[in-house]
């Protein structure tokens, strides 16, 4: 999408995730619509015509401007961030596949995103055994130098969390990072 990462602006901020949260727009569209008119604004702005084009076969109202700074600012007082996927603390290694997220939200330190990374997930009504295991195989694949990703439930996810708290942990919720 962009070959030189740079961080947003708070208006720019305001615009990309309003054009994130339209409806009907996932990430290969969002990127399509960046690169065709060169900015969340601009994409915005065309958001009518190209509704028209497509015949009201998609609804495309992009969220007010205040419910967006609202949510902004609520998860900045969660102690949280945007990072979208122009921001230079973007994962590396996500903005590679086919279609990354736009938008990640983020709690804690950004520079984990970019360090090795492995995924634990297991089940969340695992025996003690097996959320012992996890937890084990997480500290020993952390102290190797990976960052541990899981899911935050219950069970091997929390169990990898907490073997891997000592070395780096990341949590991936769909949820929002207020929602556990």
Known sequence: MEDNPTQLSDTEQVDWLRLVRTPSIGPRTYIELIERYG????????????????????RLVAPPEADIRAELSRLDAAG??????????????????????????????STLLNNPTI???????????????????AAGLGNAGYVIVSG??????GAAHLGALATGTIAAVAGG????
């Open 80 to 109: 949280g961030r945007m990072i979208a996927l122009s921001d230079p603390d973007y994962p590396a290694a996500l903005a590679v596949i086919a279609d990354p997220p736009p938008a990640l939200f983020l709690r804690g330190y």
């Open 119 to 137: 995924a634990i997930v297991g089940a969340r009504n695992a025996s003690t055994n097996g959320k012992r295991f996890a937890q084990e195989i």
């Open 39 to 58: 900015s969340p604004a601009a994409a915005i702005t065309e958001l009518p015509e190209i509704a028209q084009r497509a015949r009201g076969k998609r």
């Open 177 to 180: 990072i207020d929602v556990v």
């Open 152 to 157: 935050l439930a219950r069970g091997v996810d």
